[in-house]
């Protein structure tokens, strides 16, 4: 009856809002002198500003913002991100109807004036009680290739990917761990642009193309973490990949030890790859230069600097986008502008290490095992005795929280939909008696899983990111998945 009531007053108002942001929009397009056109969905601020000259700003000058409210548009956005540097192109993602999609794409002329946007308007209060989220934009140009026949050679994937895809650059192909003559069973294509890598993966994805008769698997390869210049300045800790799973940690040593004597620390070695950690920072790096290409036991060597992780943060990283083994059951939202639902990180087979493609981070190392020697003693503990770094499931996190916050248990329950394909989808409302009565009863996210165990996991995740959302316990890289519609 109140919706019957009010629908002359809500007609109007749609008319008197259109009026305004029409006018609201040409003032900033004639105080700033930048252009406005909408396409496929989106609609362009800039793209280049006024009186840009040579080509666009490189990767890594773009932020991804997400939890826009749907009502807001340039005119009240632009001025907010102007206060972070020159926006080069903003990119407003719309709604037949007009409203905005709730996310939008940033481009600054610099990397520095991006990060510093991340750094200042992270969870922005934009409207009263409406916080915005923004993280760094990953401008992907690099698919995965799964079901790949295991003797072929990269120069065959290479001619053969870039007979059914345009825009080809490279390709890179892991050789068995057992079996250096074979490959892993998977690529990774790179592409010349993020469009033309989204292209390729529209014609490939619904499974009409065959290669060498062979249906493949195709998906988005998840992006390597970013490490700021100066991070990496002080890494004296080496990354080397397609050992053979027989060499040992002493033979590692013993080889990177060459050079100079005495100039490696310690090697941990898991299945085909390696951390070598030196003394100092000016002996990696020589080191690095010198055996990348050599030889150990027969298999050639590949040697790179490792990428440093946060230590306090690795559960949530290892949550957001290493699950290699599970990942791929959550059901996201596609990649840039791509606006199809689609699934997360890699076949069940693909080791962990290749997150990243290149340089897996101190994650294995801090997840791999030990034995249990005969003597060995073992003291009972509780769980919530321990820190956050030991934990690598959001559901157990959420109980540990929930505890030392002296609240109840959190409850769990659980609901089912039908996807277009007959699938069950899966999703946990989660309600935490303890603050059920407050501003917000549940916690529920907005993406549904196949497996009972990732819709635990991503519920979890969910309700963590809003409890904590002051204190930005998760990664932004988590943030990104969560917030995206």
């Not at 009502?71 to 926006?87: N, S």
């Not at 941990?268 to 020589?286: G, I, M, S, T, W």
């Amino acid at each position: 009856m109140n919706e019957e009531n009010m629908d002359g007053t809500s007609e109007c108002s749609k008319v008197r809002t259109g009026t305004q942001n029409e006018a609201a929009l040409l003032a900033l397009m004639e105080k700033t002198g930048y252009t406005m056109v909408q396409e496929n969905g989106q609609r362009k601020f800039g793209g280049p500003p006024p009186g840009w000259e040579g080509p666009p700003p490189p990767r890594g000058c773009e932020v991804f913002v997400g939890k826009i409210p749907r009502d807001i548009y340039e005119d009240e956005l632009v001025p907010v991100f102007e206060r972070a540097g020159k926006i080069y192109e903003f990119r407003l993602m719309m709604e037949f109807s007009g409203e905005n999609r709730g996310y939008a794409f940033v481009m600054y002329t610099t990397k520095e004036e991006a990060q510093l946007a991340i750094r200042i308007l992270n969870n922005y209060e934009i409207r009263q009680g409406k916080f915005i989220g923004v993280c760094v934009s990953l401008d992907n140009c690099r698919l995965f290739i799964g079901a790949i026949p295991k003797e072929k050679k990269k120069q065959e994937i290479l001619d053969e990917m870039k007979k059914v895809t345009e825009g080809v650059v490279d390709v890179i192909v892991y050789p068995s761990a057992t079996d250096k003559t074979k490959n892993r069973g998977f690529a990774f294509v790179e592409y010349e642009s993020h469009r033309a890598a989204a292209m390729a993966r529209r014609k490939l994805v619904p499974g009409t193309v065959q290669l060498w008769g062979h249906t493949i698997q195709v998906n988005w390869a998840d992006s390597e973490e970013e490490v700021d210049e100066e991070t990496m300045q002080r890494v004296k800790v080496l990354y080397v990949r397609n050992l053979m799973i027989s060499t040992t940690e002493e033979t590692i040593k013993a080889e990177f030890n060459r050079f100079k004597p005495g100039a490696v620390e310690r090697v941990k070695k898991l299945r085909d790859y390696a951390f070598v950690h030196f003394l100092n920072r000016e002996d990696a790096v020589a080191a690095m230069s010198a055996m990348s290409g050599k030889c150990i036991d027969g298999a050639s060597i590949e040697v790179t600097l490792a990428k440093p992780v946060n230590k306090e943060n690795t559960w949530r990283q290892h949550l957001s986008g290493q699950r290699s083994h599970s990942a791929e059951n959550l059901t996201v939202y596609a990649n840039k502008e791509d606006s199809h639902p689609k699934t997360l990180g890699k076949p069940p087979t693909l080791p962990a290490c290749l997150h990243g493609q290149h340089s897996p981070s101190a994650l294995e190392i801090e997840r791999c095992t030990y034995p249990i020697f005969p003597g060995t003693k073992l003291t009972p503990i509780s769980i919530y005795s321990l820190k956050s770094n030991h934990f690598n499931s959001a559901v157990i996190y959420l109980d540990y929280y929930c505890n030392k916050n002296n609240w109840a248990p959190p409850e769990y329950y659980l609901y089912s939909t039908t996807s277009p394909d007959g699938k069950v989808l899966l999703v946990y409302k989660i309600v935490i008696p303890a603050i059920a009565n407050g501003s917000q009863s549940y916690f529920m996210p907005d993406k549904l899983c196949t497996t009972l165990e990732d819709a635990k996991e991503l519920a979890a995740q969910f309700t963590l990111l809003h409890l904590d959302r002051e204190r930005n316990l998760f990664s932004l890289d988590l943030c990104r998945r969560i917030w995206r519609q």
